[in-house]
């Protein structure tokens, strides 16, 4: 099967999912939504009345007028949200609107901003740099002391390793954020306790600086929680590879130690890794969101929080969909790189086992 | 299976399994977490869920556990309830003419501490009066270590009554008025108004007598007796002390202190055991048997039918969990159950096992006594569940196991968030309020670590217990 077919065929699953997923949502959410708008009907009504005592003498003369009034001004209402519509072409309807990204306005603005496709537009980029700046560091921790671990499998090093990764892998991220708010903004006063910038934010360098400072304590989270896990998967992953008889003819030939390791054994085990980094970063994005808001980091998890605090459905909406979208395309990264590292997996494989 | 074959392979098993150092200490964390989730009634009280939702009446808010004073070297005083039986009756209705009778009682309450109880509260006098318009009267005296007489309060006593001392007006207008005269009488007359709506009422009444007491109070330790003078003024007026409970109420309270609801942690951190337990064990393990199922009756079947069970398993498993739990979360947001929850964690957490378990079955398909029971004209059920399953099975205790934390992890995170069962008491609804109290930037340490910490160990536990069991159990994945 070709490579193209391969790809071709990836896209269509993960397009497949996004609509499927948006459509079970937007059921969902008409529904929701339908409740919250017809008590704000209510309200709206109601205030209109008061706001007009003009009105609210003539009426309070008759109470079928005031009936017959309120009954215009319910239908009317009923009318501009659209509720008069069958609950099926809601649905389709807001399942459009998602899928071409008109994901609506919020009730009160959130980072200056009312339309949901622009505040996520401002969160996003802010996200990818916490989560990014973290990835890198756990990525190269982890895989410097699973390489070592590996290499001297057995030793204090590889079970304290072991230890750690079972350890950590126990921590809920977010938790382990505050302690780290508690200790370190808290009790020693060193670092901020959240946000992304000073109030009010800095100009020129002094701004990038401190956006760093304030990154410090974030990012050491959810290092200190992921690298754990890394270094023993690597691990795992490189005793599995060193056992091959390749490293042995490597070895037997007179290869350097060094370059049996990282020359020969790590680019074995680099399909693997790769796709356990891509999988794992995936799995960590949903403990790194909650653990964004734990520091009111302006990002992804701050939305969700917002929007699950303030009922912003539209907004949690939006959010849900972009965070299913960016999971997707990760995932057919993690398989075309796979496909590309080790040629012989491809789509359909399975089916000749 | 015959039992005896079933004992000796459990004999076996925990032959095994007893070499594994961290699963011995799993399986005896597991036992300390099953003893305190059965226990919970035990060691605290029965009725904790019914009222965990609500405002705990008579507690102090957010105080730190009482062990707090053994790090500190200033003490601060723990909660304490005074019953009838502690307080002294010196007049048990005395008439004094005219109707009038007069009821007496003292409580006395010893002050070691540098930080005094915050409040006093005096609550449930019964009371019986025959005409409402002609409340009794209530005087309460404290009489101080340094011998100074102090009236607090004087005022009508009607069914009902409360007494706050540190929140009352007229307390605080006494106590003001009495500290005034040890302190610079310019300094009064400049700020008085400010000083009397700042002073700290409960730690003037316990301060030392001297200048400072209103601005920097100062602990006067020694004895103080509370006189109660109760007097009624109609014939058939009655008062019952049995009931009267006295509260001192502490700035510190019990194992773990009290939240900004004034509810004991300790009691929600026992409590919580139950849910963690309960929804990571019931997750983990009926994932693992859909999975499994799933799995084997792909393999099973095979040809296009397989081919389609995949499919459905790749995309199912496409669709990232926490996000649309916490969208399914917020749709059903005030009426979610645990078991709603349980449920939704299990139709998203499947798929991996059933992925390991189709080509686990596929390999096992292949073996001649397979082959040789369809033979012997053996029906589907059969094959499946007495000779492929039987096989898959010690795989499965380990992955279910190793399936607990993850769950325990997204169910705290889910109540995290503020989408877990409101009626339930559980360790991530409890970070939830402090997250929503900003516990951690004022520094309630209580309030944040110890949920936290309940979490990871019973993650780490089936962690523990899950390695062993895949190194006892799946021998050949045995790596090194």
């Given amino acids: ?353 | 299976m015959r039992w005896v074959d079933l004992k000796a392979s459990i004999k076996d098993f925990w032959f095994e399994f007893r070499r594994q150092k961290g699963g011995l200490f799993g399986l005896a964390l597991l036992f300390l977490l099953i003893f305190t989730a059965l226990g919970a009634p035990y060691l605290t009280e029965p009725d904790i869920p019914t009222k965990w939702s609500q405002y705990w009446e008579g507690n102090p808010t957010t105080v730190p556990p009482v062990w707090y004073n053994y790090f500190t070297t200033k003490k601060l005083a723990p909660h304490e309830i005074l019953t009838s039986n502690d307080l002294r009756i010196t007049s048990p209705g005395e008439d004094i003419g005219g109707g009038m009778k007069y009821y007496g009682f003292e409580f006395t309450y010893e002050n070691n501490y540098d930080f005094p109880p915050s409040d006093i509260i005096i609550r449930n006098i019964g009371v019986k009066l025959t005409d409402l318009n002609s409340p009794a009267q209530i005087v309460i005296t404290l009489v101080r270590p340094d011998g100074i007489k102090i009236e607090l309060l004087n005022t009508e006593l009607r069914e009902g009554s409360v007494y706050q001392l540190a929140k009352d007006g007229k307390v605080r207008n006494a106590v003001f008025q009495w500290a005034s005269q040890f302190e610079n009488p310019q300094k009064i007359a400049q700020a008085g108004e400010t000083l009397k709506s700042t002073m700290d009422t409960t730690k003037v009444i316990f301060g030392k007598a001297q200048e400072g007491i209103l601005t920097n109070p100062e602990a006067l330790k020694g004895t103080y007796i509370f006189q109660v003078d109760i007097f009624t003024f109609r014939e058939g007026d009655q008062i019952d002390l049995s009931t009267t409970e006295t509260i001192l109420s502490g700035r510190t309270y019990g194992f773990m202190g009290t939240d900004y609801k004034a509810r004991d942690l300790w009691s929600g951190l026992v409590w919580g055991t139950r849910v963690s337990l309960t929804v990571g064990v019931t997750v983990a393990v009926l994932t693992v048997l859909i999975g499994i199922f799933y799995g084997v009756t792909s393999a099973y079947l095979g040809g296009w039918k397989d081919e389609f069970m995949q499919r459905v398993n790749e995309f199912w498993a496409s669709i990232p969990t926490l996000p649309i739990l916490i969208l399914l979360g917020a749709a059903f947001k005030g009426h979610v159950s645990l078991w709603t929850i349980v449920f939704l964690m299990v139709a998203f957490y499947w798929t991996g096992i059933a992925k390991v378990a189709r080509s686990m079955a596929l390999q096992i398909k292949e073996q001649t006594y397979v082959e040789a029971a369809i033979a012997l004209g053996a029906g589907t059920g059969r094959i499946i569940f007495k000779h492929i399953m039987p096989q898959i099975m010690p795989y499965a205790f380990a992955a279910m196991a190793l399936n607990v934390p993850g769950a325990v992890l997204t169910e705290a995170s889910l109540s995290f968030l503020g989408l877990g069962d409101p009626t339930a008491v559980t360790w991530g609804q409890i970070l939830y309020d402090a997250q929503t109290q900003s516990a951690t930037i004022n520094g309630y340490w209580w309030w944040v670590i110890p949920p936290g910490l309940a979490i990871t160990l019973v993650a780490f536990t089936f962690v523990l217990l899950g390695i062993s069991l895949d190194r006892v159990l799946n021998p050949r994945l045995k790596r090194l």
């Fill in chain 1, 1 to 353: 099967m070709g490579y193209g077919r391969y790809i071709t065929i990836r896209l269509l699953n993960a397009l497949l999912v996004l609509a499927l997923v948006t459509l079970l949502v937007s059921v969902l959410f008409t529904k929701v939504a339908e409740e919250d708008i017809r008590s704000s009907i209510q309200e709206q009504i109601n205030l209109k009345l008061r706001s007009n005592p003009e009105l609210q003498r003539q009426l309070a003369a008759d109470p079928a007028k005031l009936q017959e009034w309120y009954q215009r001004e319910y239908n009317r209402l009923i009318h501009v949200y659209e509720l008069d519509k069958p609950f099926w072409v809601r649905v389709i309807q807001r399942t459009k609107d998602t899928l071409t990204l008109n994901f609506g306005n919020t009730k009160s603005p959130i980072f200056g901003e009312t339309a949901v496709g622009k505040i996520i537009s401002k969160a996003i980029p802010r996200t990818v740099i916490l989560f990014t700046t973290a990835q890198i560091f756990v990525i190269l921790i982890g895989l410097l002391l699973g390489v070592k671990a590996a290499q001297i499998a057995g030793s204090i090093l590889d079970k304290g390793v072991s230890i750690v990764a079972m350890v950590t892998s126990s921590i809920p991220m977010w938790w382990f954020g505050m302690m780290m708010i508690l200790i370190f903004s808290f009790k020693m006063g060193l670092f901020p306790s959240g946000g992304m910038t000073s109030m009010p934010p800095k100009e020129g360098f002094a701004y990038y600086l401190d956006v760093l400072y304030h990154m410090i304590l974030p990012v050491s989270t959810i290092v200190f929680v992921l690298f754990g896990g890394w270094a023993w998967t690597t691990r795992n992953i490189m005793i599995g590879t060193m056992q091959e008889d390749f490293i042995m003819a490597a070895r037997a030939k007179g290869v350097p130690e060094r370059k049996v390791i990282y020359g020969h054994a790590l680019r074995a085990s680099a399909p693997p890794i790769v796709t356990m980094t891509i999988f794992s970063l995936l799995g960590s994005i949903g403990g790194a969101i909650i653990t964004e808001s734990v520091f009111n980091w302006p990002g992804m998890g701050r939305l969700y929080w917002t929007a699950l605090q303030q009922n912003e459905t539209r907004l949690l909406m939006g959010v849900t969909f972009v965070t299913v979208a960016l999971y997707l395309i990760a995932m057919i990264i993690a398989d075309l790189a796979y496909g590309y590292l080790d040629p012989r997996v491809k789509v359909g494989a399975s089916q000749s086992t």
